[in-house]
RNA sequence: GCUGAGCUGGCAGAGUGGCAUUGCACCUGACUGUAGAUCAGGCGACCCGAGCGGUCAUUGGAGGUUCGAUUCCUUCGCUCAGCA
């Protein structure tokens, strides 16, 4: 039985640190692998973390993605807060408890809806004032704040609040945009910092400090300009976090602007910390940035194409519901060991996405969601032995190879 | 047999003299820190120089009126209801 108690876990809490150490380094490329160590548990690097904005990776149950090898994954404070809010996910003793995920959490600061939601909010230099998206109430949402409700989730990586510079972008408006996000790191460490030092503060926020060991990680803004996104880079490294994630990236722009940005900041990173490349992104790009020096990754790409019938093999991606898959019986990936391979075939994913059927849903993210941490373990391994190069040329040909 | 109401794409169902509307089904495509189990496009046939291109067909069948008919008229068929 996997143990849920939570006698021994405060202890342990109180105990660990967070940390990062590097177990393995590619000679040819700048893959790196590590371990990642939190309150909750460890976690190998690189690492996908399969997202959870709501509190639930849709469509999946926590014990499938367990058995699936998902060792942390994303909450998003800004959904958590909206609903059920934080009081009643802090009074059930954060969300770990609240969702029975005893495993690492990393929440996004709300941030990203800044940008996503760009036409429901103000942005001021305090910060955020936006209307739900549930029912148009006002709300402000400010570095502090963000803070506040992410320690009163408990997650084990809090995410400075930032604005996701929208694309395209004028230098001036990037530059803007990266001060803005760089004022709002220095007062997010500040923040969190008080929250977990000085009782009273969290107290008169109402809420209760349920994880001592939250680390923080710092956000790279400036839009596709190298100089801005050095800039911002330096600004952060100055504040001091405990990771660094490149945020602003995968909205928009061509990809090569992409790479060309993390192949210039990703080496800039402080080597002894995580690097994180926030919502990115398809097996290619991952297994580029890998090649990078990047250690984490989230993206919605698996669970949401998965719901929308797109499905990740080692042959490249393919449509479910394409009238050629009707009378297949081969598994979506032969390739694969997933426990939806091990058992049902091409033509009954299809049937059950012909007919609305909600295992569909299901069947669908669990095979993408372990493709995805297959791949993970894969680039580890392969990092581990040194022939990371040998396996980027195999695994991109195979996808580019395609189902024919 | 009589009376009445109907017959429109695979299905459902608008339109009632001037480009046949919509939904479902079906066929594709998109999706990158989740306002998404969503969204977009296509869905009579054929043709090429592939263009917001051309030709033809099309509202149960056959006729008719009209510049023009899914729409009006005649007739036949079929469906449903009521009455015998």
């Known amino acids: 039985m996997r143990d849920v108690g939570c006698a021994g876990k405060i202890a342990t809490e109180m105990t660990v640190r967070f940390q990062f150490e590097k177990t393995a380094i590619d000679n040819a490329t700048r893959a790196r692998a590590g371990r990642v160590t939190t309150a909750h548990g460890p976690f190998d690097t690189p690492a996908f973390m399969p997202v959870g904005t709501q509190g639930t990776v849709k469509a999946l149950t926590q ?23 934080l009081s009643t996910i802090n009074q059930l003793g954060g969300l770990h408890r609240f969702m029975s995920w005893e495993h690492p959490i990393l929440t996004d600061s709300g941030g990203f809806q800044v940008f996503s939601l760009n036409s429901l909010r103000k942005l001021s230099q305090e910060g ?11 709300h402000f949402l400010s570095p502090e704040r963000s803070m506040e409700i992410q320690a009163a989730l408990g997650s084990d990586i809090v995410m400075a609040f930032d604005e ?9 408006e990037a530059l803007t945009s990266l001060t803005l996000t760089e004022h709002w790191a220095r007062r997010s460490k500040l923040r969190l910092g008080e929250l977990h030092t000085d009782l009273a503060a969290a107290e008169n926020a109402g809420i209760t400090i349920v994880n ?30 405990d990771g660094y994630a490149i945020g602003g990236l995968s909205v928009g722009e061509e990809k090569d602007a992409m790479f060309e ?34 250690d984490m990754f989230d993206c919605v ?64 993210s669990l095979h993408n969601i372990s493709f995805y941490l297959d791949m993970m373990g894969m680039m580890r391994q392969a990092i581990t032995l040194d022939t990371f190069i040998e396996f980027r040329d195999s695994f991109l040909s195979g996808l580019a190879r395609g189902q024919d």
Do not use: W
């Open 212 to 241: 001592q060991t939250q680390a923080l990680f710092g956000i790279n803004q400036g839009s596709t300009f190298l100089d801005l996104r050095e800039q911002s880079l330096e600004g952060l490294v100055e504040i001091g976090f």
């Open 63 to 85: 014990q499938m993605l367990e058995e699936a090898g998902a060792s942390i994954i994303l909450g998003n404070t800004y959904h958590l807060y909206l609903r059920p809010g």
């Open 128 to 138: 955020v004032e936006f209307q739900s998206h549930l029912d148009g109430s006002t």
């Open 261 to 294: 940005v993390v192949s210039r900041i990703a080496p800039l990173m402080p080597e002894d910390r995580p690097r994180y490349l926030m919502g990115v992104g398809t097996p290619e790009d991952i297994v580029e940035a890998v090649a990078l020096g990047v």
């Open 301 to 364: 790409m698996p669970t949401r194409n998965a719901r929308n019938g797109q499905l990740f093999t080692r042959r490249g991606k393919l449509n479910i519901k394409n009238a050629r898959y009707r009378d297949d019986a081969q598994p979506i990936d032969d390739a694969c060991r997933c426990a939806v391979c091990m058992r049902y075939s091409r033509a009954y994913l299809r049937h059950l996405y012909m007919s609305g059927e909600i295992l569909g849903s299901v069947l669908s």
């Open 164 to 172: 996701c510079t929208s694309f395209p972008a004028t230098r001036d």
